[in-house]
């Protein structure tokens, strides 16, 4: 007896191993004690939201006493709180929007799938640079399409013009722009957006369709180095950026995030329209009310890049010290080393052995590495973590 779909149920046998591994560190905590487990699983981020989040709060507690405080709005989102996601995003894209050019989604998550059910036709291919957000699958095939990557430039994990310019056919209609990138955290430069820009033209002119870019950002203020993050509004003529609050306010739970529209994009109106459409009949309906409030009065406040900093700083040593290979991450807050034995599953064995949690690259289409959260996991943990990442890849070199 069929109790779920086929579909479904070949997917389920290939679902998030992030979160199998988070799993098994639940296990592993309730046996040996959480302070004796090294989780760099999940990008769950442990820092608490500005001060500034809870004196939003208790202002919306208060205003829960009017009717139809926390009610429907607009499937769009509240004017107010697009207009002022259109301030914000004006001042850091370098491009003005007004509140009309966004939509408020359900997290960048929620975004990514509205957008795709507004542009894909069942068939329609995607494109990315590999590694990849393992997550980018489901939603491009949620709406029928085609998840193709692209290898990325190998260790350095910068986007390959040229691949990407080889693998866009007449099926192709859309590329996701991952930058500050998951998992690699690298920063995508403007000569890189220039040379796909260049690419991306071509295309659409010998085509004669719009080639969607698709800058998913949610990691934008996970700048560590002060490198430059170009709008790709600037340099792609059919394009979108989706970005969220998880990271910037420490708001993952509450799933709160934005398509913007580049303003003027020929049908750019329509696409909106479009976008609105389906934020309501995927079931998203509108984006949390309590969330949306909570951007009226701290859309422009951020976590601590600091203590990231200090993390990315602390771990790249210990990682250094066990003769693993990596490239620093510029932005986002995950470390992408390459494992010391070609079967990154076996490295990931062994890091389990030693109570420390890792996904394997293959989850991100790149075997060979693996990912290494560091959101959540304390300077004090992560240099108690040193000797335990040094056996483990001593262990598998010996074998």
Same mark, same amino acid.
């Given at each position: 007896?069929?109790?779920?779909?086929? &579909?479904?149920?070949?997917?389920?046998?290939?679902?998030?191993?992030?979160?199998?591994?988070?799993?098994?560190?639940?296990?592993?905590?309730?046996?040996?004690?959480?302070?004796?487990?090294?989780?760099?699983?999940?990008?769950?981020? +442990?820092?608490?939201?500005?001060?500034?989040? @809870?004196?939003?709060?208790?202002?919306?507690?208060?205003?829960?006493?009017?009717?139809?405080?926390?009610? *429907?709005?607009? !499937?769009?989102?509240?004017?107010?709180?697009?207009?002022?996601?259109?301030?914000? /995003?004006?001042?850091?894209?370098?491009?003005?929007?007004? @509140?009309?050019?966004?939509?408020?989604?359900?997290?960048?998550?929620?975004?990514?799938?509205?957008?795709?059910?507004?542009?894909?036709?069942?068939? +329609? &291919?995607? #494109?990315?640079?590999? $590694?990849?957000?393992?997550? *980018? @699958?489901?939603?491009?095939?949620?709406?029928?399409?085609?998840?193709?990557?692209?290898?990325?430039?190998?260790?350095?994990?910068?986007?390959?013009?040229?691949? /990407?310019?080889?693998?866009?056919?007449?099926?192709?209609?859309?590329?996701? #722009?991952?930058?500050?990138?998951?998992?690699?955290?690298?920063? =995508?430069?403007?000569?890189?957006?220039?040379?796909?820009?260049?690419?991306?033209?071509?295309? &659409? +002119?010998?085509?004669?369709?719009?080639?969607?870019?698709?800058?998913?950002?949610?990691?934008?203020?996970?700048?560590? +180095?002060?490198?430059?993050?170009?709008?790709?509004?600037? =340099?792609?003529?059919?394009?979108?950026?989706?970005?969220?609050?998880?990271?910037?306010?420490? #708001?993952? @739970?509450?799933?709160?995030?934005?398509?913007?529209?580049?303003?003027?994009?020929?049908?750019?109106?329509?696409?909106?329209?479009?976008?609105?459409?389906? !934020?309501?009949?995927?079931?998203?309906?509108?984006? $949390?009310?309590?969330?949306?409030?909570?951007?009226?009065?701290?859309?422009?406040?951020?976590?601590?890049?600091?203590? =990231?900093?200090?993390?990315?700083?602390?771990?790249?040593?210990?990682?250094?010290?066990?003769?693993?290979?990596?490239?620093? %991450?510029?932005?986002?807050?995950?470390?992408?080393?390459?494992?010391?034995? $070609?079967? &990154?599953?076996?490295?990931?064995?062994?890091?389990?052995?030693?109570?420390?949690?890792?996904?394997?690259?293959?989850?991100?289409?790149?075997?060979?590495?693996?990912?290494?959260?560091?959101?959540?996991?304390?300077?004090?943990?992560?240099?108690?973590?040193? %000797?335990?990442?040094?056996?483990?890849?001593?262990?598998?070199?010996?074998?």
């Amino acid at each position: 007896m069929e109790l779920i779909s086929s &579909e479904i149920k070949e997917c389920l046998t290939h679902s998030s191993a992030i979160r199998k591994m988070f799993e098994a560190g639940m296990e592993l905590k309730q046996k040996y004690g959480a302070e004796n487990v090294f989780d760099y699983s999940l990008g769950n981020p +442990d820092l608490p939201p500005p001060a500034k989040v @809870g004196k939003s709060l208790e202002r919306i507690a208060a205003e829960t006493r009017q009717p139809f405080s926390l009610g *429907y709005m607009s !499937n769009a989102g509240y004017p107010a709180a697009r207009a002022k996601l259109a301030e914000l /995003l004006t001042a850091e894209q370098d491009v003005p929007l007004k @509140g009309d050019h966004i939509v408020i989604t359900c997290g960048a998550a929620g975004g990514i799938n509205v957008f795709f059910r507004a542009v894909l036709t069942r068939g +329609d &291919e995607v #494109l990315t640079p590999c $590694p990849y957000f393992v997550e *980018y @699958g489901f939603y491009v095939g949620n709406s029928g399409g085609k998840l193709v990557p692209v290898p990325s430039v190998d260790f350095t994990f910068e986007p390959d013009a040229d691949r /990407l310019a080889a693998a866009i056919n007449e099926k192709t209609r859309a590329i996701i #722009l991952n930058s500050p990138h998951n998992p690699t955290g690298q920063i =995508y430069t403007a000569a890189h957006y220039e040379a796909i820009a260049k690419a991306v033209n071509a295309a &659409e +002119d010998k085509y004669g369709k719009p080639i969607y870019i698709v800058a998913d950002e949610p990691y934008r203020i996970l700048n560590f +180095d002060g490198a430059e993050i170009p709008s790709v509004f600037k =340099y792609f003529r059919h394009s979108v950026v989706i970005g969220s609050f998880s990271k910037s306010l420490s #708001l993952a @739970g509450e799933r709160i995030g934005y398509v913007a529209v580049r303003p003027d994009m020929a049908g750019a109106d329509e696409l909106v329209n479009g976008l609105i459409f389906c !934020n309501r009949i995927l079931g998203f309906v509108n984006a $949390p009310a309590i969330a949306q409030k909570i951007l009226l009065d701290c859309a422009s406040e951020k976590v601590d890049l600091e203590i =990231y900093r200090r993390r990315r700083d602390v771990l790249a040593q210990a990682l250094t010290d066990a003769g693993i290979k990596f490239t620093l %991450p510029r932005g986002a807050f995950y470390f992408f080393p390459q494992s010391p034995v $070609p079967d &990154e599953n076996v490295f990931v064995q062994a890091l389990i052995d030693e109570h420390v949690l890792a996904v394997a690259g293959s989850s991100f289409g790149t075997p060979g590495y693996i990912r290494m959260a560091f959101c959540s996991v304390s300077e004090e943990m992560i240099r108690k973590s040193a %000797p335990a990442l040094k056996r483990a890849a001593d262990a598998v070199r010996k074998k």
